[in-house]
């Protein structure tokens, strides 16, 4: 199974400044029903390095649940509701719209207040501020975006949130995060050789990964606000694929210091090691389930590899997945409903999905070599790696396979996507 080979990397650099390679996002698909809604310029925000609005308004787009409304030609931007001609907007077919003001405050920061708007009832929804710096001006539309994305759908939005990946170009390796539309990318991992398996902890300060700088896989936790990194896993073999606990105090890994590959629990210092299950199989892949009862893994040891399931204590396995003869890289949603992995279809490895109540199970791409599937946090989308023309794209595909779109970054090869978590900054 190619998604258990261990590879090399050398240098550990820690963050560094922005790349100048973003990913750049193709929406390639939109979902059905979508919410019609209008975002308006923000008044003012020529003041700012770049438009709030643009990135407010691509956030909502790129999410696949709404229809973006033709906003220019209606005159000055509106600031309050009572600037607002409903009746013009209606006619526009928006049933919601967003308007907002930016003031420079003399601490040399800005002050940005949005609205959002009913325009069938011709009511606000809600109104809020932020204070921010020029430089948190991404993050700020980012969370305008969810606070919008909540109100209208009752689902909590994820465009706050970050991506980790890793780029290969010029025979350089690195480890990015982003921001979850690719953009304001950051070097945290630097190598001549590969980087593999990037795993989020719960609270998103922290990567676990594996590297190879002394002629061996070894397992490391890497915290990205210092850049400290500290050994999980070095033992005789390989050490590798490591996956977070709910609770953030442990980490599942593949050691093969028994013999094969076999699964074991560590904390994350990397004490108190003990073995999962007595296999004479390879079970590889782990990840827990959001309660952190369960662990989900790939085992061939029914002959060919499926995805198992045992309790995180240990225990006996049972197996998920029957249909097809290769099925690896499982993945559970947030709230536990929703399992996505990579499943063989012919010549082909896509992406697919199963209803774990009913075992229901529907294919979500029809790309020929997907790879590394991940959850956002609120189990909308599925971000995942593919190949187009050669090399390494990402890709997202929301649950029920209707919005897709993809993130490049040029001349370069990307691969090992992780969604990270909410965090509360």
């Known amino acids: 199974m190619k998604r258990t080979a261990i590879f090399l990397f050398a240098v550990l650099t820690g963050w560094c400044g922005v790349a100048l390679a973003q990913l750049s996002i193709e929406i390639t698909g939109g979902g ?3 919410f019609p809604v209008a975002v308006l310029q923000f008044a003012g925000e020529d003041q700012l390095p770049a438009s709030i609005t643009d990135i407010v308004e691509a956030d909502l787009q790129r999410s696949g649940r709404f229809r973006l409304q033709y906003s220019g030609g209606a005159g000055a931007p509106p600031t309050e509701a009572s600037q607002v001609n409903f009746t013009e907007w209606r006619n526009r077919s928006a049933d919601a719209m967003v308007i907002g003001a930016v003031q420079r405050l003399p601490d040399g920061r800005f002050e940005v207040r949005f609205r959002l708007l009913d325009v069938l009832r011709q009511t606000q929804l809600l109104g809020l501020g932020f204070t921010m710096s020029a430089a948190q001006l991404r993050l700020t539309g980012h969370k305008i975006a969810d606070v919008i994305y909540e109100k209208l759908t009752g689902e909590r939005g994820v465009f706050s949130t970050r991506i980790a990946y890793v780029v290969k170009q010029d025979g350089r390796f690195e480890l990015r995060i982003a921001d979850a539309d690719g953009q304001g990318s950051q070097t945290a991992l630097a190598s001549r050789e590969p980087i593999i398996s990037p795993s989020w902890s719960p609270d998103g300060t922290r990567l676990a990964y594996v590297s190879f700088e002394n ?6 936790q890497h915290s990205l606000a210092t850049g400290q990194r500290q050994v999980v896993a070095n033992f005789r073999g390989s050490n590798s694929a490591p996956a977070w606990s709910p609770d953030g105090r ?8 028994d013999g094969g590959s076999q699964l074991f629990l560590a904390n994350t210092d990397g004490s108190n090691v003990r073995r999962l299950a007595q296999s ?7 990840f827990f389930s959001p309660d952190g009862q369960t662990i989900y893994f790939t085992s061939d040891r029914g002959g060919s590899p499926q995805i198992y399931r045992m309790p995180a204590s240990g225990g006996e396995a049972q197996r998920i997945t029957f249909e097809g003869s290769y099925n690896v890289s499982p993945r559970v949603s947030a709230d536990g409903k929703t399992l996505v ?3 063989r279809n012919g010549a082909r490895f896509q992406l697919a999905s199963m209803d774990l109540a009913s075992r229901q199970v529907q294919l979500l791409t029809d790309t020929q070599r997907d790879e590394s599937p991940s959850f956002a946090p609120n189990g909308r989308m599925i971000l995942y790696a593919t190949d187009l023309g050669g090399r390494g794209v990402l890709a997202a595909v929301s649950s029920d396979g209707r919005v897709r779109h993809r993130l490049t970054v040029q001349a370069a ?13």
Not at 215 to 220: E, S, T
Not at 280 to 286: A, F, G, L, N, V
Not at 413 to 425: F, N, Q, S
């Open 280 to 286: 004479q199989s390879i079970d590889t892949e782990p």
């Open 413 to 425: 090869d990307v691969r090992e996507p992780a969604w990270g978590p909410y965090t509360e900054k």
């Open 215 to 220: 002629k061996k896989a070894v397992i490391y």
């Open 32 to 34: 059905a029903n979508q």
């Open 341 to 343: 992995y990579i499943a």
């Open 250 to 257: 442990q980490l599942a890994v593949v050691l093969s210091r």
